[in-house]
């Protein structure tokens, strides 16, 4: 295709259109620059063009401008501001730049110390938390340990002073009762007041009971064995200082071994100990 | 506005203020070329606010990728016209505005209307156009032009074979370049 047909195929006033693709544009620009006459016919046809869109023109809104222009000038102070700091000389730029990032560096040490630190006394606090509630808990047992101590204590303590409170009655009388012939270890105390009628028995050193026996009390009255009750064994020991039944008058104190729940009468061949009431 | 004389400088002397990112040249850029460029990116967005911000976005668009533009390749003015161009034809082909269109219902008014005849006696008016050039020679002129189809989308969509939209084209911008000859 020469110059000639090219030019008056009509591709040139596509060209100045605007209705070619892409790559029809870019080989009629190659055409263009290797050929003057292409070229010259093309200017010819965009001026034309540009004569056409002309013969539309219309004023646009007077303060378009203005707003178009704040945009500007808008642009252009953001873009100019790095191109202007980039062509300074270097030494006043230097000390700008760290004194800049002086204090965010500072800010940034300063958070990742914090941050550390915090990290640490986490840790710390933690742990001491932990030694602090394991101690608590031992603080906890020992507590109530002591309060049952001192409980079993206190216990202890009215069961003394009531035993003192029946010893120091002036009416009291204290009977040692002792082991007979086949029980020589065995021996008691039986605490009597005649007038309010009170019997205790303390001290009690007698063996074990068999299973489904039991000591039994006895006053001796003119030859009569009157029942003063059960001794109560705990643990294979009686009882200290417990009360009896009731007793007005007796010349001696015994105990035999019945059966669960006492007799009517004693068994005298299961007799163990035996007192008489000094007057 | 006629009395405002607007102050012309070469297009030489703008391409280098403009390439010193001077901003002063987009104001006498602006004084001279607006009513032309508004002209077209009102025939193709056909809506005054739309025109308006499409005209401000291409001028942006002028200003800040200048150093695209290649002088060896063609004038200024052509380049400034095809960035505006671009510009307002890729909104109308946006989805957004299609539906804005859309709810707007308002009937595509004819493209005369956006033209004065009398506003630039230094142009030929658009009257004078239409008497010269034949409804085919517009039409496919202004398909071209304002509405951004290729030659092959127009041969496709109006059923005419792709050589006939070829010498069409040429006839009309041969009549159109004697016409503006003739008042030169």
Known sequence: MTNEDYITSGILELYAAGALSEEERLEVERMAEASP????????????????????????????KARLMDQIRAQTAVTTETPLAATQPVRPLYPDTTQEGTPYKWMFAASIALFLISGFMSIRFYSNWQNAEAKLEQAIAMEQTMAQNYQTASYRLDQQSQILQVLRNSDMRSIRLQGVEAHPDANMMVYWNAAEQQVYVDAVQLPAPPTGMQYQLWALLDGNPIDAGMIRMENGNAVAMQPMKGIGAAQAFAVTLEPSGGSASPNLEQLYVMGEVKS | MQNQPIKTISEEELILRLRSQDASAVSVLYDMYSPTLFGVVLQIVKEDETAEDVLQEAFVK??????????????????????????????????????????????????????????????????????????????????????????????????????????????????LGKLFKGRD
């Open chain 2, 62 to 175: 002028i200003w800040s990728s200048f150093q695209s533009y290649d002088s060896s390749k063609g004038r200024l003015f052509t380049w400034m016209i095809n960035v505006c161009r671009n510009l307002a034809i890729d909104k109308i082909r946006s989805k957004q505005y299609r539906v804005s269109q859309k709810t707007r219902e308002i009937p595509t008014a004819p493209r005369a209307v956006y033209g004065t005849s009398s506003f630039k006696p230094e142009h030929i008016g658009l009257r004078e156009i239409t008497e010269r050039l034949s409804p085919e020679q517009k039409q496919i002129i202004d398909l071209m032009y304002f509405e951004g189809l290729t030659q092959s989308e127009i041969s496709e969509e109006f059923d005419i074979p792709l050589g006939t939209v070829k010498t069409r084209a040429r006839s009309a911008i041969k009549t």
């Open chain 1, 37 to 64: 006459e292409v070229q010259t016919a093309l200017e010819e046809a965009c001026l034309v063009m540009e004569q056409y869109a002309a013969s539309h023109a219309v004023q646009p809104a007077t303060s378009l």
